[in-house]
C-alpha cells in the first residue's frame, strides 16, 4: 500500500519571520488522516528570516532531529549545548524527562531553510541529550548515506526509536533502489528536485509512505535530495 502526500496539500503557518508547512499535523493544524506515519510524528520544512527565530520553549519525550537545506541555524539548549547547523550537518535532540532550547537564523542577511523531524521515542522518561555529525555531500551522492539509526552504527546519529533514517542525492537521470523489508515501513520525503517513486511523480515537498515489503526504485528526473525513514511496521 501506499499514501501520497502532495507538498501543497501540507498544513501551513506564515508568521512573516517564519514560512512553515506541515506534512503531518503539527500545532494550530489539525488533519486526523495525516496524525503521523508510525513512529514518525511530524515533518516539518521550515524557512526562517534573517535573524529572526524561535525564542526559548520546552519539549518531552521526543526524538527531535532537524536537517538544514540552506543558510545556518543557531541552537541552544539547557543541558550547556550551543551549535551551528549547516547544510549537511543532522542534529538529534533527545527530549527526554524536559529540555528547554532555542533555534535562531545564525545570519542577518539570509533566510535559513530546514526539516524539523520529530520521532516518538521508544520510551518515555530518557536522558535529555544532544547529537549533531556532519554528512558531506560526497557520501550521499548516488548512495543512501545512513544518518540516524537505534544503534548509531556506521557513524550516524543515535535515535532512541526502531528506525533507519537516510540521506541520498541523486543528478538526473540516476537512480536509487531500496528494498522495503518484511514488517517494516518506508516513508520518503523529497527536500529538493524531482524523482519518481513507487509509480509515482515526485517533487520537492511530497511525501511517500509505502506499507508493501518488496523493491523501491528511485529515479530523478531533475537533481534531488531525498530521505528514507525505514520505521517497524
Known sequence: MQTLRHGEARGHANFGWLDSRHTFSFGHYHDPDHM????????????????????????????????????????????GTGSVIRPGDVQRMTAGTGIRHSEFNASKSEPVHFLQIWIVPERRGLEPGYEQKAFPVAERTGAWKLVGSRDGREG???????????????????????????????????????????????????GLGITTAGPLALAATDDAEVLLFDLAL
Open 36 to 79: 503521523g506515519f508510525g513512529a514518525l510524528r511530524v515533518i516539518n520544512e521550515d524557512r526562517v528570516a534573517a535573524g529572526a527565530g524561535f525564542d526559548t520553549h520546552g519539549h518531552a519525550d521526543m526524538e527531535i532531529v532537524s536537517y538544514v537545506l540552506e543558510g545556518a541555524l543557531e541552537h541552544r539548549d539547557s543541558i
Open 156 to 206: 550516524s546519529l543515535t535515535i532512541h526509536q526502531d528506525v533507519d533514517l537516510y540521506s541520498g542525492i541523486l543528478a538526473e537521470g540516476k537512480r536509487l533502489d531500496f528494498t522495503v523489508g518484511e514488517n517494516r515501513r518506508v516513508w520518503l520525503q523529497v527536500a529538493r528536485g524531482t524523482l519518481t517513486a513507487g509509480g509515482e511523480a515526485l517533487r520537492a515537498g511530497d
